[in-house]
């Protein structure tokens, strides 16, 4: 069985929305709005290379897909591992090496199989329903030293269970990593 890994930037107050671009009002927030220690995201380049596979939602995908394969010094791996977008409407996706899943069920027989981690970037309503299915292994969190007070969360409040912290540090800009097993 697969390993799903859920990576996120959140804020003090559990917002996940917009933290590079997107929609939300404050859009760009780990950026704009906090110092950029380059430590601080060691984790991320940590994550490209223990990733197998990469799961998304539709929204980060149509974020991501036009974006990324341009960065190929940054998202080598990523661009050139699986990817897994999990929507009932997309069709013909164009990211190399992509594939659409059509359910949560389908993510459950993707996890069931041989392989190594899965990595979930973004996605705040695909992340909610994973949770929520239990099929969550671990969350890699990078806290921000932000409070946006509304916006996407990482947990609906329907997710049930214990985390255990098996990895952490802060930054001098004030990001805290943290990183969770899910106790089963």
């Known amino acids: 069985m697969r390993t799903l890994i859920v990576t996120e930037f959140i804020t003090l107050d559990g917002v996940v929305d917009s933290p590079g671009g997107g929609d939300h009002p404050r859009a760009g927030w780990s950026f704009k709005e906090v110092d950029f220690v380059e430590e601080a995201y060691e984790i991320k380049g940590r ?3 223990e ?24 998202f080598a791996e990523y661009n050139a591992m699986p990817k897994y977008v999990v929507s009932t409407t997309l ?8 594939s659409v899943l059509r359910s949560i069920d389908e993510v459950a027989e993707l ?5 190594g981690p899965i990595i979930v970037h973004g ?8 949770g929520e299915a239990g099929l969550v292994d671990r969350y890699h969190l990078l806290t921000f030293p ?3 007070g509304e916006g996407k969360r990482l947990f609906s ?7 255990a912290l098996v990895e952490h540090e802060a930054y001098s800009n004030g990001i805290v990593k943290q990183v969770f097993d899910v106790v089963r």
């Open 47 to 49: 994550e490209q290379l």
């Open 51 to 74: 990733a197998e596979a990469m799961l998304i939602g539709r929204v980060s995908y149509d974020e991501f897909a036009p974006v990324w394969p341009t960065m190929e010094e940054e």
């Open 91 to 98: 069709t013909g996706p164009e990211w190399n090496n992509t």
């Open 111 to 115: 996890k069931q199989g041989e392989g």
């Open 123 to 130: 996605s705040a309503t695909l992340a909610q329903a994973l």
């Open 146 to 148: 932000v409070v946006l």
């Open 157 to 163: 409040g329907r997710e049930a269970g214990k985390l």
